[in-house]
């Protein structure tokens, strides 16, 4: 019993860290896979980068969206899910 007491201080820790750091995160990964995968045709986007468009084409791992200044192949991951969220809230 004495040897559980000097390892649950140890053991508290860890599963503050898994409760605050670690499940939040895999948690918004998911989000990111999911709004990934929902992407179609038609959609307007935002970049991480800023650039705004709206997508033409898709591929399995890329995209080409549109802009005001021609067509730019882009990787699913470049989207952003916040500022795209936060474009198509206003709209």
Do not use: C
């Not at 053991?11 to 709004?35: A, T």
């Amino acid at each position: 019993m004495e040897q559980i007491t000097k390892f649950l201080p140890f053991i508290l820790i860890f599963v503050v860290m898994y409760l605050f750091m670690f499940r939040p995160q895999q948690k918004k990964i998911k989000q990111e896979k999911e709004f990934e995968s929902g992407l179609k045709v038609g959609d307007k986007i935002i970049t991480k980068s800023g650039f705004h468009g709206k997508i033409t084409e898709l591929a399995e791992t890329t995209v080409i969206i549109e802009t005001m200044s021609g067509k730019l192949k882009l990787e699913r991951s470049a989207i952003s899910l916040e500022m795209t969220a936060a474009l198509n809230k206003k709209a």
